[in-house]
């Protein structure tokens, strides 16, 4: 697997405080915001830090402990068969997700999502989301 970008979501109840803190200290750049989910870049990498609310009525639920890691991969398909074949624990099967990505989940042994995806279109309503934030 040739692993494209990496990103860790942080689940929190902070997210105001927790966008301030990495654009202040660290130069990160704000690309998506709502209200339950904040995506910042670090400039000049293919890395970024995500946080999410641990509830919410969008998406998939997250209980709040731990962290996601996330993977852009250039055949989300493949990845899922061969991960299934490996036997590795999928928490949510294959599918297309209205914010732009095809995805699945699995957990490490630790039980630690992997969110493993590969960019779409995203729906029109979220693509004007997207727009918004384009300099």
């Known amino acids: 697997m040739k692993i494209k970008r990496i990103d860790t979501t942080i689940s929190t109840d902070k ?19 709502s209200d339950w989910y904040i ?12 946080f999410t609310k641990p509830q ?22 493949a990845e899922y068969q061969r991960l299934k074949a490996a036997e590795v624990k ?4 294959l599918m297309n997700k209205p914010w732009g990505e095809r995805s ?3 957990n490490d042994p630790n039980g630690v999502h ?5 960019s779409i279109p995203p729906t029109p309503e ?4 997207y727009d918004s934030f384009k300099k």
Do not use: M, T, W
């Open 114 to 118: 992997v969110y493993i995806y590969k």
């Open 56 to 77: 919410r009525d969008a998406g998939e639920f997250f209980n709040g402990s731990g962290i996601i890691i996330s993977f852009e991969v250039d055949d989300v398909d």
């Open 126 to 129: 979220y693509q004007v989301v």
């Open 15 to 33: 997210l105001s405080e927790s966008k301030e803190f990495y654009i202040r200290h660290f130069n990160f750049e704000l690309v998506y915001e």
């Open 90 to 93: 999928i928490c949510q099967d």
């Open 104 to 106: 699945f989940v699995a």
């Open 39 to 50: 995506e910042l870049i670090a400039p000049g990498l293919p890395a970024g830090i995500s």
